[in-house]
Each structure stands twice: as C-alpha cells, then as structure tokens.
C-alpha cells in the first residue's frame, strides 16, 4: 500500500511583503492554473508511504512527492490521472498521460523504446513478510515449496517469483492493495506475503511487538523510473530534461528519508 505531510500558513507576513514591494519589483509568477498540464498515471493501488489519498485524489507521500518535483521542473501544474492497476500500462501506451512515475520497464509488458525510459530514481525493495507466531524462522527456499500460498496485489506482476507461480510451487492469493495484502496475512487469511518494505514498516508503526508483520526475507530489489507516455504532446526531450533535473542521487536520498 501515518500521519500526512501538512503547510504552516505565513498569510500574515506575504501581506505585510507586498505592502513593502517597492513598484519595480518583478511581477509574481503565473498562477498554477496558467501552466501547461502535465498528466501523470496513478495506480489506485499504491499504499502509504507512497500514496496519501483525500477523496480519492493524492495529497501526500513519496510518489506524490517526486511527481509534485517533476512537475515543478516542468514549470507545469500536475494533473493526477487515478487508474485501476489493470488499465494503468494500457492508458500509458495510449498517451493518455505523459508520464507515470515509481515503474519499472521489466513490469512492462513488450518492449518499451529507450527514449521513453526516465533516468532512474526510487529503489524499491520487495521482501516476504510472516505474521510474528509464524513457524518461519529462517529464509525460506521458495523453490523447494509446493503450493505454498503468497500474499500478492491484484495485477502485479512479481518476475521473479512468476516461474514458481506458473509451476505451483507458489500460490497467489491476491488482494487490491499492499495494505489489503497485508490485513489478510494479519488475519491468518495466507502464511506469507510479497509486499513493499516501506509499506510494511509503516504497517507496523504504532502496533505491539506482537501485532506486527516480520520481513522474512528479500525477494527482490527494483530500480523505478519515470516512463514516458506513447504519444503526448510534450516533446520528450523536455520531459527528460526535468526529469534529469529530479533525479539526483543526494535529492532522492533526501526525499527517500522523510518516509523511512
């Protein structure tokens, strides 16, 4: 799939500097509402951290965050397109959006031109997670398993473990989101789960040592990307040139840190 980033209001103190401007000082920049969009593609199934949600639309969290950066080095205003997981990729090939964000081109299906591949950015870490009265100790070989049943999210696809699920070794057992994933494991519903494991700490923040899920083990590590839209009417070298500008590696440490 914790408390939600907020703004200090300072209304008193830009009154008082606008009454002071002397009259050849720059003009103020243009309204938000001015700037060209910039439509992002957002899966309705990204958890917190990555993904705060008011009335159905983002406010708040790290994919939101890095989206909101994008935007700004754009000088465009971002427009959230939310989308089941199923129609996301279909929507990005389309062009119904010119970017979506915190993907990676192996969870693409066919191929996908270099020119619409973003720099890289978040690394994302999948791990297995166990209840805490689980009889799983030590990692476990997943390939030895037969029929074991594994937490998944409805539509994702889990590369490395899709061999063992296709042979039976693995069974998915899906659910719409991480965060549902996880509240079937808490339930005793599956023995273990495939999650994200800044989903999984702050799953745990705030519960007992008793109630909290374990990551048993790494199943994967994921260099995410911002990915192009197939037809936009942004040019791509525009959108990668932004995109460059967010992708620093001191920035995103930065960014990766407020969530941890």
């Given at each position: 799939?914790?408390?939600?980033?907020?703004?200090?209001?300072?209304a008193?103190l830009?009154?008082?500097?606008?009454?002071?401007?002397?009259?050849?000082?720059?003009?103020?920049?243009a309204?938000?509402?001015?700037?060209?969009?910039?439509?992002?593609?957002?899966?309705?199934?990204?958890?917190?951290p990555?993904?705060?949600?008011r009335?159905?639309?983002?406010v708040g969290?790290l994919?939101?965050?890095?989206?909101?950066?994008?935007a700004?080095?754009?000088?465009?205003?971002?427009?959230?397109?939310?989308?089941?997981?199923k129609?996301?990729?279909?929507?990005l090939h389309?062009?119904?959006?010119?970017?979506?964000c915190?993907?990676?081109?192996?969870?693409?299906?066919?191929?996908?031109?270099?020119a619409?591949?973003?720099?890289?950015?978040?690394?994302l870490e999948?791990?297995?997670?166990?209840?805490?009265g689980?009889?799983?100790?030590?990692?476990?070989?997943?390939?030895?398993?037969?029929?074991?049943r594994?937490?998944?999210?409805?539509?994702?696809?889990?590369?490395e473990?899709?061999?063992?699920?296709?042979?039976?070794?693995?069974?998915?057992?899906?659910?719409?989101?991480?965060?549902?994933?996880l509240e079937?494991?808490?339930?005793?519903?599956?023995?273990?789960?495939?999650?994200d494991?800044?989903?999984?700490?702050?799953?745990?923040?705030?519960?007992?040592?008793?109630?909290?899920?374990?990551?048993?083990?790494?199943?994967?590590?994921?260099?995410?990307?911002?990915?192009?839209?197939?037809?936009?009417?942004?040019?791509?070298?525009?959108?990668?040139q932004?995109?460059?500008?967010?992708a620093?590696?001191?920035?995103?440490?930065?960014?990766?840190?407020?969530?941890?």
């Open positions: 799939m914790a408390a939600k980033p907020g703004l200090r209001g300072v008193g830009l009154g008082l500097a606008c009454w002071l401007a002397p009259a050849w000082a720059a003009p103020a920049a309204p938000a509402t001015s700037k060209p969009a910039l439509r992002f593609i957002v899966g309705e199934d990204w958890a917190w990555y993904l705060a949600l009335n159905g639309r983002p969290g994919a939101f965050d890095l989206m909101e950066q994008v700004r080095a754009a000088d465009a205003r971002p427009v959230y397109v939310m989308l089941p997981p129609r996301t990729q279909p929507a389309a062009g119904e959006a010119e970017l979506m915190m993907m990676a081109p192996k969870w693409v299906a066919g191929p996908l031109p270099a619409r591949i973003g720099p890289p950015m978040v690394v999948d791990v297995l997670a166990v209840t805490p689980s009889v799983h100790g030590a990692p476990l070989d997943l390939a030895a398993q037969r029929g074991l594994v937490g998944t999210v409805l539509g994702y696809h889990y590369q473990l899709g061999p063992l699920f296709e042979a039976g070794q693995l069974v998915r057992d899906d659910a719409a989101t991480q965060q549902g994933v079937k494991l808490a339930r005793g519903r599956m023995p273990t789960a495939v999650v494991r800044l989903v999984l700490a702050q799953y745990n923040r705030g519960r007992t040592q008793e109630q909290r899920l374990h990551a048993l083990q790494v199943v994967s590590q994921t260099v995410t990307h911002c990915l192009l839209g197939g037809a936009t009417q942004w040019p791509a070298e525009r959108l990668q932004a995109l460059r500008a967010v620093d590696r001191a920035a995103m440490a930065r960014l990766l840190q407020r969530y941890r």
